[in-house]
């Protein structure tokens, strides 16, 4: 089950909120719990079983920690190695054998396993959880449902973002609810669902367009077809983000900003700065920091980027396309730092060839083979097999052109200013006035397309 489907909206978010608002304080993180484990299982039954072993093991390991602080960093390393041998045989079994078949020419059986959907945000929460226990950074959770809930969490629970126990402890015990608060929600949600169902679905389908054309592509339509995917990623992620927060808000919890603008960004740091915040997070603190960070040797400093960005291809997907991702955004980030902030270049040059560069990333992020990513960027160079343009990218232009205008125009900052300006300025009964409009007119035309429309991927699932 995904937030932007017809089920969803009109049965379980319905039923979930009802049931949550009138039973008492003491069981709504009961009722979480169990409206968590439906949401997951209705998609996933058979998995359900593994997050009910991954939720056990940390609570009981947490447990134990806390009982024999002495021997506090044996458990930890034990608990830390059988989440990640869960996370590796169920996301890279695959990819190991193939592997392991092509580099010494076996002919091992390699069967298919399905992966379980979620699992890699909800292994590293509970992997936050039981480093930041042994840190000392909060005491140990006792009360299992309370611990379950945290890990089960369906607003966060199959696309994040990551939350950190750290984060979320106190809320926990102890959290708000309000009608302004539910309406706060309520207007993140449906913000979320448009991003969601009028721009990533719709970029999407004209990336999926052209890239079937395969390598018969122009340049023009090479870079249509990027900017597509570009826009579609964005709107996909950070919207299913928007909604997870605005769900947070109607259940009482706060989580953090997952999406800052990062197409406005100055430079590769900045962009990852805007980017998936929560995963930048846990990679920095879990990861990064503990390995030395950049106050080290500058052998080592480049060691431990490139360590970060190889992990973070490969938490991605079991593929070499994810692994080349992360290093190229490893190499990225080490030029940018030991190489071109040394130069003096204007703002907007910087942020055009940040957008270049990612961009360009996103092109190996989404190919299915180290070729078909050479077929890519060699059709955007000026290298193409039908020239600089044609047919396909000026119809495609023709009817998408103003859709991917649209879709540059919301991913930039351009109303923040403006928008606050008028919320808190003499006019600003017309903000609230407008604002209601727009929202509405949101929500009945996403509904509308749910509806109507079959195309409603979420790409994160493949994580």
Do not use: C
């Not at 024999?68 to 190695?81: E, S, W």
């Not at 590293?124 to 809930?149: C, E, H, M, T, W």
């Not at 960027?377 to 649209?406: P, R, V």
């Amino acid at each position: 089950m995904i937030f932007s489907s017809v089920t969803f909206l009109f049965i379980f978010l319905p039923v979930t909120l009802l049931l949550y608002y009138i039973v008492p304080k003491k069981l709504k993180n009961v009722v979480l719990l169990l409206t968590s484990l439906v949401f997951y299982a209705w998609g996933e039954p058979v998995y359900v079983i593994l997050m009910l072993y991954s939720i056990l093991l940390n609570y009981s390991m947490g447990l134990l920690m806390d009982r024999f602080p002495n021997a506090g960093k044996q458990i930890l390393v034990f608990t830390v190695a059988i989440n990640l041998l869960l996370l590796g045989f169920f996301k890279y079994y695959g990819f190991f054998m193939e592997n392991l078949n092509a580099l010494f020419r076996l002919n091992l059986p390699v069967r298919t396993i399905a992966l379980p959907i979620g699992i890699s945000f909800y292994t590293f929460q509970a992997l936050s959880y039981v480093i930041d226990l042994y840190r000392g950074k909060f005491p140990v959770q006792k009360n299992f449902v309370k611990f379950a809930a945290y890990i089960t969490m369906f607003p966060q629970l199959i696309a994040g973002p990551i939350v950190r126990y750290e984060d979320v402890e106190k809320q926990m015990d102890e959290r708000t609810l309000s009608m302004a608060r539910f309406g706060k929600g309520a207007v993140r949600f449906i913000i979320g669902l448009g991003k969601k169902v009028l721009l990533a679905n719709l970029t999407g389908a004209v990336f999926e367009t052209l890239h079937a054309s395969g390598a018969g592509i122009s340049t023009l339509s090479a870079w249509t077809m990027a900017l597509s995917y570009t826009f579609q990623i964005y709107f996909d992620f950070s919207g299913y983000s928007d909604m997870a927060i605005g769900l947070g808000e109607m259940l009482g919890f706060t989580f953090m900003e997952n999406f800052n603008y990062p197409y406005a960004a100055e430079s590769v740091t900045d962009f990852w700065r805007r980017w998936h915040i929560s995963l930048g997070t846990w990679f920095r603190e879990y990861v990064y920091i503990p390995l030395g960070g950049n106050r080290v040797r500058v052998w080592k400093h480049v060691r431990n980027i490139l360590i970060v960005w190889m992990l973070t291809g490969l938490w991605h997907g079991a593929s070499w396309n994810f692994v080349l991702w992360g290093l190229y955004y490893g190499l990225l980030l080490l030029l940018e730092k030991y190489v071109f902030l040394k130069w003096k270049i204007p703002s907007l040059i910087r942020r055009f060839f940040t957008l270049i560069f990612v961009i360009v990333g996103w092109m190996i992020f989404s190919a299915n083979t180290l070729p078909e990513i050479l077929t890519s960027l060699k059709s955007m160079f000026g290298f193409a097999e039908n020239g600089f343009a044609d047919k396909t990218a000026l119809y495609t232009l023709k009817n998408s052109g103003l859709l991917l205008g649209i879709s540059a125009f919301f991913s930039l900052p351009i109303l923040k200013k403006p928008l606050r300006r008028l919320k808190s300025g003499p006019a600003g009964v017309l903000y609230y006035l407008f604002g209601f409009v727009f929202l509405l007119a949101i929500l009945t035309v996403s509904i509308a397309f749910l509806v109507t429309e079959n195309y409603n991927p979420f790409l994160y699932f493949r994580f």
